[in-house]
Structure formats: C-alpha cells, structure tokens
C-alpha cells in the first residue's frame, strides 16, 4: 500500500495545455501527513549509501513461469521481473504511507484535490538510452486500464483522463476529489517504454526480454527453471536518493523448483543462498545441518512492524454451500488452532482476530464513537451482536477434544437447514455436505488434512486436493474452487486495494482479488467510507468498521501470523546494521568478499 528540484524550464514547455488551478508543489507524497525526510536528503535510513556492488546471489521459487509480462492475467510471470521497471515515486521501507520522487522528481496536486502532476525528471531514462517522457507515463496508464488485470481498472477507476502537459509532465485529472490516496497509488505505477510495446501484443504473455528504466534487466533464462536479472551498471538512478545503497548484486538469480522440499535441499546444498522460511516446523527442526552447526549458516528472526493482515481458509461464495453465514461461522468453530499451534508449530503462532491484525487499524471490543456512528446507520442490516458482543474466535484447551466447539457449531448448521442422518451432514433433499480445500503447495495438507478430520466429526465430507502452482492460479483466475488458503495483506494506510479486495464490482471480474466473492452493500458502502476517508481518525473509524463487518460475516476460517521474518543464509553478504519497519529489506544487503570467499572454499571444500 508505497531529491527532487522543481522542474522550472519544463512551466514553459506547457504552452497550450489546460490552465490549471494553484497546486501544491513536492519532492514526494505522504498519506499520514509531512514526510519524515527532509528535501535534499541523501539516501534512505535503512541503506549504506556505500555499499559495494557486484558478486552474485542465488534465490530460490517454488513453481515455474514462462512469461516477462506480469501485468496481465494470461501466462505466469517470473516472480522477479517486476525489478526491471522503475515506478513514478519510490516508497521509503522506513515511513509509513510515504513516497520519494524517483522517476518523477516533484509532483503537484491541486488544491482542490482535483488533478495530480508528476513532473518527470530529465535524467530519467530506459535503459537503452531513450528518454522516460510523459507520453510513456500516459501510455502505461492507458494501457494497463485498458489490457492489464482486471485489478488495475478498479485501481485507476477513479481517474477522468490523463493529460500530457509537456514532454516530461503528465497530469492526471480525477472524477472527484474524495480519493485522498489515488495521487499516491498513480505514484506505484511503473513506467513502461511504449517505443518497446510498438509491435506486440500486450494481452499476450510475453517472451522477450523487457526493456526497462529499472536497476536490472533480464539475462540469461530458461522458461520454468531459472532467470538471472543482471545489474545495469549505468542505472540512470544509482546515485539518486531513492536509488543509492539498493540493488547491490551485479547478478539476482532465481532458481525455480517445483516442491519446497527440493528447495530446502538445494539451499542445504549451497545451490542456493538465502531463504526466507514461512513453515514454524521446519524452522524449529530442520536447520540443524552441518553448515549452520559450523557457522557456515546464519538463522535470524527479524523484527518486523506492519500490520500482517489475514491468513485463513477462504470459502468461496459464489458456490451455494457457503453462501449462509451461519454455514461458515459454523466451520470456523471447526478449526481448533490451539491444538494446531502445539502440534504442528511448536506453539509460535499468534490467531488472527482481524483483517488488519498487529495494527492499530484492527478492530476491538465493542464499536464506540465514530465507528458506531458509521456503523449505525446499517444497523438493520448488521446482526444484532456486532453491535453488543466482541468479535471472538473459539479457544480450545489445545487437547484435540474440541467438542463444545463442535456441538455449537451442529447447531448453527441444524439452524442453516442441515441434519445429521446415518453418520452424514445433509440437507433438506438429503444432499450431503461435501466439499474441497484446494492447494497449491503440499507443506498445508499437515493443516488441512486434521481440519478434514474435525468436520468429519460434524458429518461433513471434505477432502484436500494439491494442484500445481500454475494450475493453482488459474483455478484463482477463474474462482473454481470450494475453500482455500487466502493470505490478504495489508498496508498502514489502506484505500483503493479495499475495493479490488471486497466490492461487488471486484467480485464479477475475472482474475480479481476478491475470492471469496464478497458482495455485501453494507461491505461496499464501508469500503467507500475507507478510500474516501479525509482524514487519519476517518481512516481508523472506517477501517474498524469494515474490519468487524468482514469478521462477523464469517468469510474464512481465520488461522494465524508470525510477528516476525524468518530468514535463514549463507554467511556471505553484508548489509545495514539497525531493523527496519518490514523487518527485512533484502534489496539493502550485498555481497561481503572475504565472507563470501570463506564460505566459497568451504562449499568447495565440502566442509
């Protein structure tokens, strides 16, 4: 959610270009307010300007790609490609809701909130040399709201027209002035060559090497097993505020591998350099190998203080069987977490009780003050609860034996029109409950297949099927599916992404975020209240709000978050010393020689 100087002899290239109102003028955008860096400051807080460059580093995918395009639903991209374009503005990691000029070195927006400027920066250029120009920022909008994922045309709904007021100024004029955050999501959008596009078919997955402004472009690659993105070394940005101390590895290769098993193997092997491990029992089991006994292997948990949004079992439904809220509150109370924590995580994980949880923007207790004004008026629309009652999830006591869970639970779906008749949950036509969980990596079925086990307990028939990664997204794409793990993150400063994530407009578009759905008036109106929100306490009134609505409408089994980042890797790099606010910003570190020469020989060595 992401130094300048004003450009003085670009006011006279305006010419015949619309008279426009007065504007404020600005080396970057803040949604929370001022920025917290000062104009002319040198570099960000959490980089060593002087960081070398150079030396390799290998990561490690799990899935394949045969595509360079990820701004479009057809084909899948490689994960890291999005490194060959530079954006507009460049968020600083440290600061939330802020953004610096990058490719635009000032931005204005005018006072009455109707249009926004970026005015690019004469230095900015592709890198084969042609120059960034408005025509190319006007383009890329126009071409991504019209060809891109169907995510973009909701994002940019808010925008009238774009205007190319000169050759290094694009304005963007909007329909109302009530989106506070849309100058800042204009400010995310990469900036795409259109010279480059002249001939091909942007609807299609793409196999030639993009052309970018960007630190790295693509070197060497085979579809579905590697792509290497090699440094350029005359990054028109490098000495840039936004630019210095980041994008240090001369060459970022990815390997891909089909099973995070294999994976793990090739990092234990030394194929691969640096992991970051999202499973609690590998972390807690598996990194007892020679080399992290020998020190060769650093493990770390980083500290990091963003909200970790929400994590669960996602019911879809568009599918007639979850489409009564007493059916999916009925199989949340299925899920026994306490047990799962012991069992299987070894007690790390912390239940997500909030779209927006580790934030302020989570909602607690009972709505109050100008979240029960918002609220209010939907009063006959909310259950009766929302209003009187915390939103609580079930505790168990962690034994396996969630009875009192699960009787609460037979009776919402006795409620719902279900009975249990010969062993089996059916409805009224003797229809029997049944469903699927749909994943895409083998590493959850150790959660989903106890889960499977407790709604036997209820007479419900639910089976677990793993797919492929690239088969899992299209099943996303086209929402075939009954329930499957949704991780819905979330910024400080939520806004437009709300709409692609829980409007009704989101739920009809193919390929949208909006899995589950979601189609609630009530939802809708909220989701209006947050992007439209004028100031931060409107923000956190309607955050709260909409957070409890998408609680009590029970649209997943909510499971769990780590407050922190697991990274595990070869001792062979340097970086900033101090945290930083995501806790790990991996585009900092660099390549340290004598550490990586010490752990080279000792790879080599076999030691």
Known sequence: MRAFAALILLLAGIGAARAQPAASHSYGLSLLGSLALPAGFTHFPYVNPDAPKGGEVTLSAVGTFDSFNPFILRGTAAGDVSRVWDTLLQRNADEAGAAYGHLAESVDIAADRMWVAFNLSPRAHFNDGTPVTAE???????????????????????????????????????????????????????????????????????????????????????????????????????????????????????????DSTVAFEAFKAGQVDFREENIAKEWATAYDFPAVRRGLVKKELLRQHLPTGMQGFGMNTRRPLFADVRVRHALALAFDFEWANRNLFYGAYTRTESYFSNSTLASS???????????????????????????????????GNNRPELMAALKLLEQAGWTVRHRRLVNAAGQPFSFEILLAQPAFERVALPYVQSLARLGIAAHVRTVDPAQYQRLMDSY????????????????????GDWSCAAAKQT?????????????????????????????????????????????????????????????????????????????????????AAAVDKARHNGD
Request: one cysteine or more; proline letters at 9%.
């Open 365 to 399: 207790g009972v709505p109050q003050g100008a979240e029960l004004d918002l609220l209010a008026q939907y009063r006959a629309q909310l259950p009766p609860a929302l209003f009187t009652e915390p939103f609580k999830l079930p505790v168990t006591d962690g034994s």
């Open 136 to 258: 190319d920022v006007a383009w890329t909008f126009e071409t991504l709201r019209k060809e891109g994922r169907p995510f973009y045309r909701l994002y940019y709904a808010g925008v009238a027209s774009v205007e190319v007021a000169g050759p290094l100024r694009v304005v963007f004029h909007f329909k109302t002035a009530a989106n506070r955050e849309l100058p800042s999501i204009l400010g995310e959008m990469p900036v795409l060559p259109e010279h480059w596009w002249k001939g091909r078919d942007f609807s299609r997955p793409l196999t030639d090497p993009p052309l970018g402004s960007g630190p790295y472009r693509v070197g060497h690659f085979e579809f579905g097993r590697t792509i290497a993105l090699d440094r350029v070394k005359n990054w028109w940005a490098r000495d840039l505020p936004t630019g210095r101390g980041l994008a240090n590895f001369d060459v970022r290769r990815t390997e891909y591998f089909r």
């Open 511 to 595: 390929g949208g975020d909006n899995l589950m759905g979601v189609c609630n008036p009530v939802i809708d109106a909220l989701v209006g209240d947050v992007v439209h929100a004028p100031d931060r306490a409107h923000l956190l009134a309607a955050t709260h709000a909409l957070d409890r609505v998408l609680l009590w409408n029970w649209y997943v089994v909510p499971q769990w978050y780590f407050p922190d980042v697991r990274v595990a890797y070869w001792d062979r790099f340097g970086r900033p010393p101090g945290e930083v606010r995501p806790g790990l910003v991996f585009d900092a570190w660099w390549v340290d020689k004598a550490r």
């Open 480 to 499: 075939d599916f009954d329930m499957t793990v949704v991780g819905i993150g979330q910024s400080e400063s939520p806004g437009n992404e709300q709409t």
